[in-house]
């Protein structure tokens, strides 16, 4: 997942079943718009999903709030997990991140196709007061379910209210975080250190 660029940012689109190192996908500031993902090559085990990642540029002068979407849906028949933040890719599991001067209150996801279908519980929209710091810590937290003959990860990056077991600490503040701030899970998905971790984006 990624967000790019003073004044543009930009967020990857990502894969549920693949474990992410969130530092590895390049998430950075700028003053350039990114055209084209940039992503770690994995770890021989898992590799970046072509299908499912992407990057938007978000344009951080064009409002006060940076409108986080995360959108999760899920396949009962692969027993796979897909979070989405950005609007690249399929339009059916597209999260409609964007920066305005109005806040968001309701997640805007795409409906899922297929197998796959949206999870509103673990689906919110996080509005990030661009004026309230320095830094955009953006988080996030990895969560792993491995019972036989189930292999499932999970991630989420928004600090959704509607299930506390898997928030995370993304904000806006004059501080750049250095360690996530994760929920502990719901107790069939535990969470991952090795996956999790934080970006402090400076803003100036």
Partial sequence: ???????????????GTEPRWPLHDRTNASNTAET???????????????TWAGVQSLDLSAGRY?????CVYYSDAQHDHI????????????????????PDTTP???PGQGQYHLIPLLSDVKALDLSAGRYVNLQQCVYYYGQSPFNDHFTTV????RDGRSATGTKVSNTADTT????TGDGNFTLIPLLSGTKA????
């Fill in 36 to 50: 084209s993902r940039s992503c770690g090559a994995g770890d021989g085990n898992f590799k970046p999903s072509s």
């Fill in 1 to 15: 997942m990624r967000i790019h660029g003073f004044p543009s940012r930009r967020l990857l689109h990502h894969r």
């Fill in 83 to 102: 979070t989405t933040v950005a609007n690249v890719g399929a339009p059916e599991f597209a999260a409609h991140s964007n920066v305005s001067n109005t």
């Fill in 108 to 110: 805007n996801c795409g």
């Fill in 66 to 70: 940076l409108n986080l979407h995360q």
């Fill in 158 to 161: 928004v600090p959704t209210t």
């Fill in 201 to 204: 984006l400076s803003r100036t």
């Fill in 180 to 183: 996530p701030t994760c929920g």
